[in-house]
């Protein structure tokens, strides 16, 4: 019987080369969280969902994967990683000069 290995981890796809930066930026942050897969930075041309750009896709594990799910069923765990993406959103918005306005801000963090 041969051992079939199970994946493992977060992934973070991109499709143009003007959402590699926050891709990276995202992959990195999420190493925070729990382990990448394979490199965790992964460039997917022709993805659907990534044809406008600029656009990521974030893979936060592998429903086959117990360790994986452990985590996805974690309401503590998901609101932790969804956190992570938000800032680092924000953050990257904010540095390339299109981030929202003060006010914007004001809101958005009332309702979080």
Known sequence: ??????ARGYEVLYAHAESGPFAERIA????TLLPAHGEGLVYRNGLYLLRYRPSVLVELGFIDSPADMALLTDAEWRERACRVIAEDLAEFLEETGH???EAQSAEAQSHG
Do not use: Q
């Not at 019987?1 to 199970?6: G, T």
């Not at 990195?28 to 190493?31: C, H, I, P, S, V």
């Open 28 to 31: 990195g942050a999420l190493k």
């Open 99 to 101: 981030g929202g306005t």
């Open 1 to 6: 019987m041969a051992f079939v290995a199970v």
